[in-house]
């Protein structure tokens, strides 16, 4: 049962425009949510993070929102460049307690 | 400063065969943390250890999964006997104190391949 669910397993998108990644989940207890960035043949490394006691959370070109009610978290990138090229994972924490990360989304910026 | 260490980067075994997976993570991290990829279910956790004591290991698939931080300096996690659906990337990630607040490191991973 995946309580983090990013039901789209790719997105494509121009250079230059925005990229929207989603996330949803089911545990209304999770407190604290995470995007983390992966290439190929590396490990994921952290890209931006949330408190729930938040709606948004911006750095630099990614902005991350968050709307409890919907359970859902998306994550922008404006403007989106070919480097951004990755697979994306969301995760999510409740009260300190390990991260539950959901299946990635591989978004491929093109010229 | 290196990061979290990851051997071998690639295994390739035959089912039954012991598969051995090694990590050493960042100085001064006393948080450490065995996840699995695959397509299908994305990152699982599958063990923790704070302090070097396993603290979670509700993901562990099975028994013949095991894992063991001897040190703060290195953990291993041991599949006895493998299996081919075994077969995905084993990453080891370490963080400072609290695991979810604050930023986990990641290392390369370990492809296993189980034929």
């Known amino acids: 049962d995946q309580q983090v669910k990013q039901n789209s397993p790719s997105l494509s998108v121009q250079e230059g425009r925005i990229s929207i990644l989603n996330c949803d989940y089911t545990n209304s207890m999770f407190d604290y949510f995470l995007w983390y960035k992966k290439y190929p043949a590396e490990g994921p490394t952290f890209l931006i993070s949330i408190s729930s006691i938040k709606d948004k959370n911006e750095d630099g070109r990614f902005t991350v929102f968050l709307n409890k009610s919907a359970k859902h978290l998306s994550l922008h990138i404006v403007p989106s460049q070919p480097g951004d090229s990755a697979v994306y994972f969301c995760a999510a924490s409740d009260m300190g307690h390990k991260l539950i990360f959901g299946t990635g989304t591989r978004l491929q910026v093109f010229p | 400063d290196a990061g979290v260490i990851q051997s071998p980067r690639h295994e390739v075994t035959e089912m039954g065969q012991e598969v051995t997976l090694r990590c050493k993570p960042i100085?001064?991290?006393?948080?450490l943390f065995w996840y699995r990829q695959t397509m299908m279910r994305g990152l699982e956790l599958l063990i923790y250890f704070n302090n070097n004591v396993p603290i979670d290991d509700s993901g562990m698939p099975e028994d013949r999964f095991s894992a063991k931080m001897p040190n703060a300096s290195f953990s291993t996690l041991k599949i006895q006997p493998s299996e081919p659906r075994d077969s995905a990337v084993y990453f080891c990630?370490?963080?400072?104190?609290?695991?979810?607040?604050?930023?986990?490191?990641f290392g390369p991973g370990t492809r296993l391949t189980v034929l």
């Open positions: 100085s001064g991290h006393n948080s």
């Open positions: 990630a370490s963080s400072l104190e609290d695991p979810s607040y604050n930023e986990q490191f």
